[in-house]
């Protein structure tokens, strides 16, 4: 069972950024597989982005020229650098790890 705990989320105004942090209780190297999440109000959780054991990084395609995923093993910390964020990018954030773990989420408020 894999703890993940997410934080860097907060307030900002369209055009501005974020680092999502994600400190995991096991080594990402050992993971195989993380990612980041999004739920907008009234809509269904969808995929932001991943990373696997081995290095490689998907993105949702729309999200790919303004988020970035990366990994530091070394800390256990999974990162999500978003810029340029706009109002629908305003949603609850996770961390997920496999095998079904999930962090509790944070709030990403974009707002003028």
């Known amino acids: 069972q894999v703890q993940l705990v997410e934080s860097g989320g907060g307030l900002v105004q369209p055009g501005g950024s974020l680092r999502l942090s994600c400190v995991a209780s096991e080594s990402i190297l050992r993971t195989h597989f993380m990612g980041w999440y999004r739920q907008a109000p009234g809509k269904q959780r969808e995929f932001v982005a991943s990373?696997?054991?081995?290095?490689?990084?998907n993105h949702k395609d729309s999200l790919k020229d303004r988020f970035t995923i990366s990994a530091d093993d070394s800390k256990k910390t999974l990162y999500l650098q978003m810029n340029n964020l706009q109002p629908e990018d305003t949603a609850v954030y996770y961390c997920?790890?496999?095998?079904?773990?999930w962090g509790q989420g944070i709030q990403v408020t974009v707002s003028s």
């Open positions: 997920y790890a496999n095998r079904n773990n």
């Open positions: 990373v696997t054991s081995f290095g490689s990084t």
